[in-house]
Structure formats: structure tokens, C-alpha cells
């Protein structure tokens, strides 16, 4: 199973109309999972060479949000309220990497994930688990998602 999930116009991971934004695209690749594959542009480095920290963080924070939203009667939209990072290995730019994001434990109002991004050779370069929370759902009911572009758009 890989559906595809949806983007947004301007959010900085997923949104395709940013210009400034990585691009990611994510699929549903199980119940309760959620991948993409990608490669970071170098205009995203730290170091020479090695993605922004703080890139990897956005990456891993959008996974583990987007592991909640898969298309079944458990689809949920979630801050994250805490994120707990461990950087592995240096994260390279301009090289396949395979990000992973799973649910975690049900909480009612609250739950957690884990999200891992992977180098081509499967080894991990960074994981995190994420505490995430609820959107309010008098936030939900006011969003207009059509306006905020997000939909599933084709490839290409």
C-alpha cells in the first residue's frame, strides 16, 4: 500500500508553492505510517556538505505529525507539542535519505509518533518521537483546507 497524502501551498516541508521550502512529498505507506524520499538541496547545509540541524528537525516534526493523518477513522491534525531529536550521523545533502514516520500510543486528546530518516544504504541519521496534541476542533471546522491548497496533487 502507498497513497499518496496531501500538500499544502506554503508550508516550509510540504509545501509545493514555497519557494523557499523543501517539496517533500508523503505517502501512506501503512497503517500508521507515512515515508518520503528525498534529497536536500545544498542550499539547506550547515556544515559544508551536511544538512542544517534544524532542517532534519522540520523533517522529522512534519513526519511524525503526518504518521497521525493516514485516510481510516483514526486520521488526526496535530501540533506537536514536544520533540525529542537524536542526531545519529551527519544528514548529507544532495543524497537519497528515506524519511519514516510511525504512530505511536493513543492518548485521547494527545499521542505520539516516532519519525527516523534513513541514508540509502538504510542506516539511521536521525530519529525523533514527538509528543503531539489535538487541534481544536472550532480550528479544524474554521480552516478552509481548499484555500490553503491542501489536496493531493499530481506527480510531476
Not at 534544524?54 to 491534525?77: K, N, S, Y
Not at 507539542?81 to 486528546?109: F, I
Request: charged share 25%; hydrophobic share 35%.
Amino acid at each position: 500500500m502507498k497513497s499518496p497524502q496531501p500538500n499544502s501551498r506554503q508550508c516550509f516541508v510540504c509545501g509545493l508553492e514555497n519557494p523557499a521550502g523543501l517539496h517533500l512529498r508523503f505517502y501512506q505507506t501503512g497503517a500508521g505510517e507515512v515515508s518520503a524520499d528525498c534529497q536536500i538541496p545544498e542550499k539547506y547545509q550547515g556544515y559544508p556538505g551536511i544538512v542544517h540541524g534544524g532542517i532534519v528537525a522540520a523533517m522529522l516534526d512534519e513526519l511524525a505529525g503526518r504518521a497521525w493523518m493516514d485516510d481510516g477513522p483514526e486520521t488526526r491534525f496535530m501540533f506537536t507539542a514536544r520533540l525529542n531529536v537524536r542526531y545519529r550521523k551527519n544528514v548529507p545533502v544532495e543524497q537519497p535519505l528515506r524519511l519514516v514516520g510511525r504512530v505511536g500510543e493513543d492518548r485521547g486528546r494527545t499521542a505520539t509518533a516516532t519519525s527516523a530518516v534513513y541514508d540509502q544504504d538504510g542506516a539511521l541519521l536521525a530519529e525523533a518521537e514527538a509528543l503531539l496534541v489535538n487541534l481544536p476542533e472550532t480550528m479544524i471546522e474554521q480552516s478552509d483546507l481548499e484555500a490553503l491548497g491542501w489536496k493531493v496533487y499530481p506527480e510531476g
